[in-house]
C-alpha cells in the first residue's frame, strides 16, 4: 500500500512558511473527526479555538488591524503544532483535502483590509 507522501518541498520565505503553518492548521480541523486522532490533538486544537473566540487576547481586538492579527498568527500555528500529533497516514489524508479546498486569500484579504477600513469610514462618518 502507497503511503501519503508527508514530507514536501520545504517552504521558502516567509509567505511559504506561513502557507504551511495554515495548511497543517485546517488539515487538523479536517482531522477531528477521525477516530484515529489522538486525545492531544484535539485537546491542543479545542483550546486554540476556545482562544479565538476568547475576548481575552495578548493583543485586544478593539486595536483595529493588530487585534486580528494575534488570532491570524497564534491559532493557525498552535493548531499546526497539533498537527504534528496525528498518525501519518491520518495527516497525509487530511492535507490532501486540505489542498483540494478552494483558495481562501480573497476572503482573507477582505477581512483585513476592506472590514477595517470600512469600519474606520464609518466611525468618521458618525463622528463628523
Known amino acids: 500500500m502507497n503511503q501519503p507522501r508527508l514530507t514536501s518541498r520545504r517552504p521558502t520565505g516567509p509567505l511559504g512558511r506561513f502557507r504551511a503553518v495554515w495548511r497543517d492548521a485546517l488539515a487538523l480541523l479536517l482531522s477531528l473527526g477521525d477516530r484515529r ?14 482562544y479565538a473566540l476568547s475576548p481575552i487576547d495578548l493583543i485586544p481586538d478593539g486595536i483595529p488591524v493588530l487585534g486580528v492579527s494575534d488570532d491570524l498568527l497564534i491559532v493557525p500555528a498552535v493548531l499546526a503544532f497539533a498537527a504534528r500529533q496525528l498518525p501519518a497516514p491520518v495527516l ?4 490532501s483535502k486540505v489542498e483540494r479546498l478552494p483558495r481562501l486569500w480573497p476572503a482573507v484579504v477582505v477581512a483585513l483590509v476592506v472590514v477595517p477600513a470600512l469600519l474606520v469610514y464609518g466611525l468618521i462618518r458618525l463622528l463628523s
Open 92 to 95: 497525509g489524508v487530511a492535507r
Open 37 to 50: 486522532t489522538g486525545g492531544q490533538a484535539k485537546l491542543i486544537a479545542a483550546l486554540a479555538v476556545l
